[in-house]
């Protein structure tokens, strides 16, 4: 297929904002592809040429990009940076300067989304001596043939900086709607913006094997060639598999311990909420042994204690366990905050040395694989019920989460006043006989803390400081995110951070973070990648027709960096709404 018959349709996506249209866009372009495509094109369509839980990185800088546009089309690298700094978009710099390149070669050839999608690939796997100018070499062969709209969509993919605004939702109806549309009686009406389907209750059977076959893959793209090759037996053989990590079940919150029980029913399953970090431990058919973390970032490296811990611990030939690392104190063996193991994630060396000095204990609550079966869709507490059996319990090292089954309101306050004690963040609630749900928040489970509730905001732009501030980035703006993965500015946070590194979360430590990530640069303002995520305390939210979520906060203040979170896993819109109506009622 022609990157042609793509990128019209990324141009279709961009022009409209309408999720139902969106839809109907993407599956009416998966009627017309091969399976063998498939899988390529819905992976482009989420603007990546990797799974999201592999960890190879195309690794370019807009420098590298800079280089790349210059070779592509003769150009020099002072001009197209200076056209950078107009437009502030590398991707829409591309468009513009292709339309006036040099280069005799121009248009040699027609790409292919094949061509694309490996050129692209082949970027993460160079290494050594000459990187950068091979790195380069591919990016301008891909350069040297697009056309002005194809080259923008190419470098925006690149610089990971694609988004179109379609959700998991959408990806899912649109194959729904593309490979049993017709079973079903679909008809999207673009003037109402609504969707008519005769079959509601097999439409649900279809909309439910897609949404099972991703929960298990992590990939609408083995989805998608499973549906279009074969069809509803196809995406019932998808299964769950040991070393392939999936995203975590998330909780919703609540206010107070009766609105934890009216959302999760009585009895309730009420556990330590933990101060950690999540990790997902995989154990293969092999007997390898794989830790991630809940933004599917392979850590096992970094935690070879852990390993050990699960290798020891945990009973079966193959499983996946989900489970909470908190560090603690060697002394007084009380848990500590999570900023206190928080750089061992990152760590590539000295990891000995660093594990010893921060040591974790890992707690299991949940388990979703054992021995080949796949347990999403079993009851809470009959998952609890096995990591009973198969997990031997070693203090400071491995055990399972601290438990508590009752209806009973008193119980819970004096379990959450031992929670709290022991140095934790709260209490978590779970319905009984609740399936696992992979990424959702669903209400089957809940967490309950009594502090002010804090939101989880990304850094989308910042401002250079001035006077002895000047070689830091001082302002940040900060936003939520939309059901689609749009990003909405919710005001500018700096208070909180420190001029020196020894007394905390600092401006340089910020700015160290960010510089790599700036997109562009006007004046002072500094554009950057929606990719870090931090914490944000305010006394009030307000609403606000200067920022994109119509919503400002007022006095905020940064609280620390959520290393264990990607942008995705921003607090939503609709959670930011619920908090201002609740402090309405006050």
Known sequence: MEYSKLVEVYEQLNKTTKRLEKTSIISEFLKEISADETEHVMLLLEGRVFPSYDARDIGIAARTMLKALSAATGISGDKIENEWKRQGDLGLVAEIIVKTKKQSTLHSAKLSVKKVFENIRKLAELEGEGTVERKVQLIAELLTSAKPAESKYIVKTILGEMRIGVGEGAMRDAIVWAFFGDKIGIKYVKEGND???????TYAKYADAVQSAYDVTNEFALAAKAAKSRGLDGLGNIEMKAGIPIKVMLSLKVDTIEDGFETVGKPAAVEFKYDGFRIQAHKDEKGNIKLFTRRLENVTNQFP???????????GKSFIIDSEAVGYDRKTGKYLPFQSISQRIKRKYDIEKIAADFPVEVNVFDVIYHDGKTLINEEFQSRRKLLEKIIRQERKKIVISK??????????????KEAFEAGNEGLMFKALNAPYKPGARVGHMVKFKTMMETLDLVITGAEWGEGKRSKWLSSYQIACIDEDGNFLEIGRASTGLKEKEKEGLSFMELTKLLKPLIISEKGKEAKVKPKLVIEVGYEEIQKSPTYTSGFALRFPRIIKIREDKGPDEASPI?????LYAGQKKI
């Open 195 to 201: 969707v008519q389907i005769e079959d509601r209750e």
């Open 305 to 315: 204690d852990v390993v050990e811990f699960i290798r020891n611990n945990v009973r």
């Open 403 to 416: 438990f508590l089954k009752t209806s009973d309101k008193k119980h819970v306050e004096d379990f959450f």
């Open 574 to 578: 609709d959670y930011v709404k619920k």
